[in-house]
């Protein structure tokens, strides 16, 4: 562990075999593979059958209870944010986005497509669906260089209440692939959220798509009376 944590081992780098662990630090076979064991349930390690134990980066814990921006996200875990900003356009939504925002068949919407990096690593593909009618401007801001959520709160005064999330587990399209240098049809975290205002008012209709070998989710779920 300390070896990996040092930066002394690096990603993809190969472990020790049971064997080879026990010899050199003296103890038995068993304590070697627990040791092994330890460090795959705590995300450090990975194994491939026939190959052996290679090091891996433990996966980012996803707080699905806590709605925070990806950029805020990272600073906190000493991550440095990155976007590439892979479109933005203004468009009208079609039925199902137009509903999900409350707007009419007239009314546009600002399409936002980034890549979402973190220490230079891609980590998910976002989509984000905004009422241009309600932010005037907001097509023509950078959104390679600026947060969503911090501009809508400081240009704009926009204060978050919750957000409606569907979670998924599915399998990658070439170009996710392709986008978050990851192997074709490996799976992919889905969420797919509607943000709403403290007055109800639906701010945003985004999906995001997370590469599944750096994320997963959690949830604490509250006991509840059982009869």
Do not use: W
């Amino acid at each position: 562990m300390e070896k990996i944590q040092s930066g002394e081992l690096s990603e993809g780098d190969p472990l020790a075999s049971e064997e080879e662990l026990s010899r050199y630090y003296q103890v038995s076979r068993m304590t070697a593979r627990q040791a092994l064991h330890g460090l795959k349930t705590s995300g450090y390690a990975f194994s491939e059958k026939g190959r052996g134990t290679f090091v891996t980066r433990p996966k980012l814990e996803k707080n699905i209870m806590h709605l925070q921006g990806f950029t805020e996200e990272m600073r906190q875990r000493g991550m440095k944010p990155s976007s590439k900003l892979l479109e933005q356009t203004v468009r009208t939504p079609d039925e199902d986005l137009a509903q999900r925002l409350k707007l009419d068949a007239s009314d546009k919407v600002v399409h936002l497509r980034r890549l979402r990096l973190a220490d230079g690593i891609p980590m998910a593909i976002e989509d984000s669906h905004i009422p241009l009618k309600q932010f005037p401007g907001l097509d023509r801001i950078d959104f390679a260089k600026h947060s969503l959520y911090q501009t809508l709160r400081e240009r704009y005064g926009v204060r978050v209440g919750y957000a409606d999330e569907i979670i998924e587990a599915l399998l990658a399209t070439k170009e996710e692939s392709e986008l978050l240098t990851i192997p074709r049809k490996s799976s992919v975290l889905s969420i797919m959220r509607v943000i709403m205002t403290t007055q109800e008012t639906p701010v945003e209709a985004a999906c995001s798509r997370y590469r599944s070998d750096r994320y997963r989710a959690s949830i604490r779920v509250p006991m509840t009376a059982i009869e």
